[in-house]
């Protein structure tokens, strides 16, 4: 018995050192000369705020963001709000209101409270929140009516009200949520999170609290506001200060597994009636080499592909700076590439 332990603490010290060096291996920055960028929509937002230089340099002429359509589940998400609500105690805010988001998630507002608005042509919507800044920008939300994002802004260190002045919506006020979508986390230095105080419209105050708000972390197009993690990417760019007028979409249906492979393959049909000769690929950390293979494989020899990868540090100092977190995303990166690689090969046979 005591023969096999240390066998088995030689073999799992041996592999835990292979597993080091294939970090290194794994992740990859090699950028070719390139006016095209590739941006894969499931990229956290810390990603992207890395890339802004680049995407508003005048070496890069077209943007592309590729990503996977968000299923359409917003009567789940109605069903699930209603029971908590008529769950509750009662509708009546708290006196002591106010709710922290820590984490990308949706706060939604108690719809029955809506029938004391006072409908008009247009909505003056104001949102009272404070937040905290990590890696050099502050927490940012968006604000959701009847599963569409009609607005967003940068909440401040000091409480502050943010004001919308916004069309009614056609079918009347069935919905709104404050969704908080860039959240990271920087180790014990940075936190990057979302208070929410209240919210009035027109003249009508709702305090956030327990009772009369609904925390929802899934997502979904009815939480988002958006139809796909492509146009949700486009809409954080925008509020970061990026060109627009850069950028365009591809979307594919949603996939549960390798959806790198499914980017690329989305990629390429859009190839066919483009005039794209070469092409960086906007990557993260260990996932970097598993973008580029896949790309060049897929593509072929027509198109030159290159990676461009921002080590993402939010997550390596942070939530995953202890060794068995550390350990079991290097393990799952080190898997997922060998698997990939195995279907390819057999793909291109």
């Not at 609500?85 to 029955?112: E, V, Y």
């Not at 994002?149 to 940068?154: K, P």
Request: include cysteine.
């Amino acid at each position: 018995m005591k023969r096999f332990a240390l066998y088995l603490a030689v073999i799992i010290i041996i592999y835990s050192i292979l597993l080091v060096f294939f970090r290194h291996f794994l992740s990859l920055h090699e950028p070719i000369k390139s006016d095209v960028l590739v941006i894969e929509a499931w990229i956290s937002p810390f990603e992207v705020e890395q890339a802004l230089p680049l995407i508003n340099s005048d070496s890069v002429a077209q943007i592309i963001i590729i990503g996977q359509r968000y299923p359409d589940n917003g009567e789940k998400v109605k069903s699930l709000t209603r029971e908590f609500f008529d769950h509750t105690n009662s509708i009546q805010p708290k006196k002591n209101s106010g709710i922290w988001l820590l984490t990308n998630s949706a706060l939604a507002f108690d719809c029955r409270q809506f029938s004391q608005v006072l409908l008009t042509d247009s909505l003056h919507i104001s949102v009272t929140s404070k937040g905290t800044a990590a890696l050099g920008y502050p927490a940012h939300f968006n604000l959701v009516i009847n599963s569409h994002c009609v607005a967003g802004a940068f909440a401040e260190t000091d409480f502050k009200e943010f004001i919308f002045h916004i069309p009614a919506p056609a079918d009347g006020l069935q919905s709104l949520l404050i969704f908080f979508d860039n959240d990271v986390y920087h180790g014990k230095k940075e936190d990057r999170n979302l208070f929410i105080s209240s919210l009035k419209i027109n003249d009508t105050m709702f305090l956030a609290g327990t009772d009369n708000t609904f925390l929802i972390k899934e997502y979904f197009n009815y939480v988002s506001g958006f139809n796909s993690q492509a146009v949700e990417i486009w809409n954080y760019l925008v509020q970061l200060g990026a060109y627009p007028q850069k950028v365009r979409f591809i979307e594919f249906d949603p996939v549960k597994k390798n959806q790198t492979l499914a980017a690329s393959l989305a990629f390429t049909h859009f190839c066919r009636y483009q005039n794209i000769s070469s092409v960086n690929i906007l990557s993260s950390g260990l996932h970097s080499r598993r973008t580029l293979i896949t790309y060049k494989r897929i593509l072929g020899n027509g198109t030159s592909v290159g990676v461009i990868n921002f080590e993402p540090t939010g997550y390596l100092e942070g939530k995953r700076s202890n060794i068995i977190s550390s350990f079991l995303y290097l393990n799952n990166e080190a898997f997922s590439y060998l698997y990939n690689w195995i279907v390819l090969t057999f793909r291109n046979l």
